[in-house]
Each structure stands twice: as C-alpha cells, then as structure tokens.
C-alpha cells in the first residue's frame, strides 16, 4: 500500500476552509494518512506554498508548518492541534515567519497552491533544533522511503 495524506476538511486540489486562513481561526486542518511503509523510522510533514508572493510570477516558496520525527505509528494530527498536543517525540523546525507551529494560508493576491508534503523516513533525524525546512531537507536526503502528498488552494 502506498503513502497516503488526506484532509476531511478538503479534498486534493480544492479550496481549503477559510477557518485554516489568516481570514479565519488559522489553525491547522485535521490531517489523515496510511500505508506508513513497515520499516519507516520516523514522519516528516512539511506545508508550503510555491506560488508566493504572486502566482502569476513567483518569487519564493513560503514555509507554513515544519513537524519532523513524527512516530512512524501516528495515523494523523487533529484539526488545530497545539504544539503541547503534538504526537511524544515530534518536533518542530521554523515556518518563514521564523516561529515554530502552523502558519495558515494568507496570500497577497491571487490562488496560491498549498502543498501538505509527508515523509517516511528509515531513521529518526538527530542534531538538529527548530531547523528550517532547508536544513531539515538536507538531513533527509538518502532516508526518503515513501512520501505522499496534498495540495489545498485558497485565494483571499
């Protein structure tokens, strides 16, 4: 069975609710997933969207939510979950807004893509304290067994 990720919230490739938004309660959606491969060490979730600032002509990927060393045995994180609540082991790299947690969809102008990237990792990652979502890639790289992912839009 493949990697999977979903959201009761919305489907992939459909607007996400306002009340995930900087227009809303910006808190995070509930997210689901399986077929977390058997010898999977650890989860990743990484949240960003590529069209930023415009998607007419972007410029950057801006980072929403960084969580990595996920347990491997998590189905999933409930909607609005507070970093107090996360799963024992889970940590958190920054957002660009240079904070840890989730950072909702709040785009300048036009329909920006969200993308809700999950990572299975053989090892759990070590060494590395509120990294950003670069430094967390580097430290993935050669332990990506399977990965999934959903995309939401959303437009002010």
């Not at 997933?33 to 979730?45: M, Q, T």
């Not at 036009?110 to 990294?131: E, I, M, S």
Request: proline share 10%.
């Amino acid at each position: 069975m493949a990697l999977t990720i979903e959201s009761s919230a919305f489907d992939n490739g459909a607007a996400i609710p306002s009340q995930y938004t900087c227009q809303g309660q910006d808190v995070s959606p509930p997210l689901a997933w399986s077929g977390v491969p058997a010898n999977a060490r650890s989860l990743v979730l990484i949240v960003d969207d590529p069209d930023a600032p415009d998607p007419k002509a972007p410029k950057m990927t801006w980072v929403h939510w960084v969580l990595y060393n996920i347990p491997p045995d998590v189905s999933g994180l409930a909607e609005g979950i507070a970093s107090a609540e996360l799963p024992s082991g889970t940590q958190e790299g920054l957002n660009d807004w240079r904070q840890t947690g989730y950072g909702g969809p709040c785009p300048p102008v036009g329909r920006h893509r969200y993308f809700h990237k999950l990572y299975a990792l053989d090892t759990q990652l070590a060494g590395l304290h509120q990294p950003t979502k670069a430094k967390l890639e580097g430290a993935m790289k050669g332990h990506i067994i399977a990965q999934a992912e959903l995309v939401g839009t959303y437009q002010k």
